[in-house]
């Protein structure tokens, strides 16, 4: 048995709208029609309002052609699930140039919404540019991805709608339906403890530059990476 469609096709039924354009369409012709059986009777006056009325009626019938047939579309999101096999591998780009024109944390928060949506996990990748090649930006994405190990399971338990978690944590009356249930609480207030040191984390980074953990990637990144400043982006 073939899966459902994601969607189907509707043909709204305009028969009265036709009958008009059609009923319309022959008035224009016909006095067209009017005017080039007259034109050598009226002089020159007639021959340009032959041409107006034949650019008027063309225009016309290139716009009621786009809606003679006017069509909707009913989406089913939520048959997705029974066809989550065939859901095609996704690739998401984030870019940014300058930590301090924009933020880490924004970009940080891109991240975490964009990996915490509701899609297969192994057909997702998401992907950072960075113009200016700054320690700064991967040390807090080496922090996020610490973050999103938490964050993104938290998401899907729970059905969070807001998926940014500085968006989240903002508007903390908007929480799902069992926002009541204690594990919730406890699950929610860690992940709030959790959201603001890495906030706490990268603002120490971003106003001291030694206290960055220079170990592992971040160190071999920060050793190799040239200086680089927001006028010569194309060197890094």
């Known amino acids: 048995m073939s899966s459902l469609p994601l969607y189907e096709k509707v043909i709204a039924k305009n028969t009265t709208h036709r009958f008009l354009d059609v009923t319309i369409l022959f008035l224009l012709l016909s006095l067209l029609f009017y005017r080039l059986l007259s034109l050598k009777h009226n002089g020159f006056a ?11 009626t063309f225009v016309w019938v290139l716009t009621t052609g786009t ?21 095609p591998p996704l690739d998401i780009f984030v870019t940014t140039a300058d930590p301090y024109l924009e933020p880490p944390i924004l970009t940080v928060n891109t991240v975490l919404s964009l990996l915490a949506v509701d899609y297969p996990a ?13 320690p700064l930006n991967f040390y807090s994405l080496v922090e996020a991805s610490k973050f999103a190990k938490l964050w993104v399971p938290f998401c899907k338990k729970y059905n969070i709608r807001v998926r940014a978690p500085f968006r ?10 069992c926002a009541s249930s204690w594990e919730f609480q406890q699950d929610w207030e860690k992940m709030k403890e959790e959201y ?4 706490g984390n990268i603002e120490a980074a971003a106003n001291n530059s030694t206290s960055f953990d220079l170990t592992g990637e971040l160190e071999v990144f920060f050793n ?11 060197n890094n």
Not at 70 to 87: C, D, F, G, H, V
Not at 196 to 199: G, H, I, N, P, Y
Not at 224 to 234: D, L, Q, R, Y
């Open 46 to 56: 007639w021959f340009v309002a032959f041409l107006c009325e034949s650019c008027f």
């Open 168 to 177: 989240y944590f903002l508007r903390e009356s908007d929480e799902p339906p």
């Open 196 to 199: 603001e040191r890495l906030c």
């Open 67 to 87: 809606k003679w047939t006017p069509i909707s579309y009913n989406t089913y999101p939520q048959r997705l699930q029974e066809r989550i096999k065939e859901l």
């Open 122 to 134: 192994h057909r997702l990748a998401c992907y950072v540019s960075d113009d200016g090649c700054s």
């Open 224 to 234: 190799t990476v040239p200086e680089s400043s927001n006028n010569n982006h194309g």
